[in-house]
């Protein structure tokens, strides 16, 4: 079984400023590990993805991530918040190659940005 | 566009009627998953198929939930005698299953409402 953990329901902070969305998982795999984002009454979209080569993986609009093995942490980073950041955030898991269980998602980080 | 699509994308319904939601996937992707996500929570895994077969649905949420792909390319998903507590996003997502790991890719959802 795996799961994943996301250590804030909320984050805030202001434009310019580094981003960090925390995120711990547990699978009995070496997993793939997925950040998603979701905008408000948009799909939700790859931001990024690690599935076992290099450990820091960088997404789309300047974020990225570190896969620490040791930790079980996949976090998200940006050195700087611009206000369209603002959105949903899902870290997620899948077995190698999929497996039967689908994705599995954390419950989400709402990412405020301050003016 | 060749994005994931869904229909209808609202659905208002009475408590007790049968629904339907299509989803029409990425043309080259060979699986497809279906997913409910419900206010303030994570998308949660119900289904998938590879092609035309149904590889995996013990988690979807009763027997009043079936899917079907009949042909490899679009899916249904039919909820029976409706209840309140079915109101939420229901996800379709498809992939290209490869050796490279899963990046699944979203439509926009179908939201229902059930009064």
Known sequence: AQSVT?????????????VLLRCNYSSSYSPS????????????????????????????????????????????????AHMSDAAEYFCVVSEPRGGADGLTFGKGTHLIIQP | DTGVSQDPRHKITKRGQ?????????????????????????PEFLTYFQNEAQLEKSRLLSDRFSAERPKGSFSTLEIQRTEQGDSA???CASSLFDVQGLEQYFGPGTRLTVT
């Open chain 1, 33 to 80: 590990l997925f950040w998603y984002v979701q905008h408000p009454n948009k799909g939700l979209q790859l931001l990024l993805k690690y599935t076992s080569a290099a450990t820091l993986v960088k997404g789309i609009n300047g974020f990225e991530a570190e896969f620490k093995k040791s930790e079980t942490s996949f976090h998200l980073t940006k050195p700087s």
């Open chain 2, 18 to 42: 049968n629904v339907t939601f299509r989803c029409d996937p990425i043309s080259e992707h060979n699986r497809l998953y279906w997913y409910r996500q419900t206010l303030g929570q994570g």
């Open chain 1, 6 to 18: 996301q250590l804030d329901s909320h984050v805030s902070v202001s434009e310019g400023t580094p």
């Open chain 2, 89 to 91: 996003m229901y996800l």
